[in-house]
């Protein structure tokens, strides 16, 4: 048993991943704040034009997505570095949202 904690340890594997989910918690906490953004500005454009935006419409459910890629790399559902080590909004996870 000590053996193979010993060798789990020293897998650099393990711990390329870990220092990757400390890069995409830092990403995810900025992509949090951005949403906020893009929601009071979708709220702002609705109260004043009567509709929503778009263009921010298409922003804000590519930062979902995106969300959505470190969530799915942060627990191990997927192997795939999430952007910007891909191109964005290129896994195939994201098929989900937009369905």
Request: charged share 15%.
């Amino acid at each position: 048993m000590d053996q193979e904690i010993n060798y789990n340890l020293t897998q650099v594997s393990t711990w390329k991943r870990i220092f990757y989910m400390l890069i995409f918690a830092a990403i995810g906490s900025l992509v949090r704040i951005m949403i906020w953004g893009v929601i009071l500005l979708q709220v702002g454009s609705t109260l004043l034009t009567g509709k929503a935006n778009p263009n921010i419409l298409t922003f804000g459910k590519n930062l979902a997505s995106y969300t959505y890629q470190i969530l799915l790399f942060m627990t191990f559902n997927t192997e795939t570095l999430p952007f910007p080590f891909s191109t964005w909004n290129s896994n195939r996870e994201t098929e989900l949202i937009e369905k």
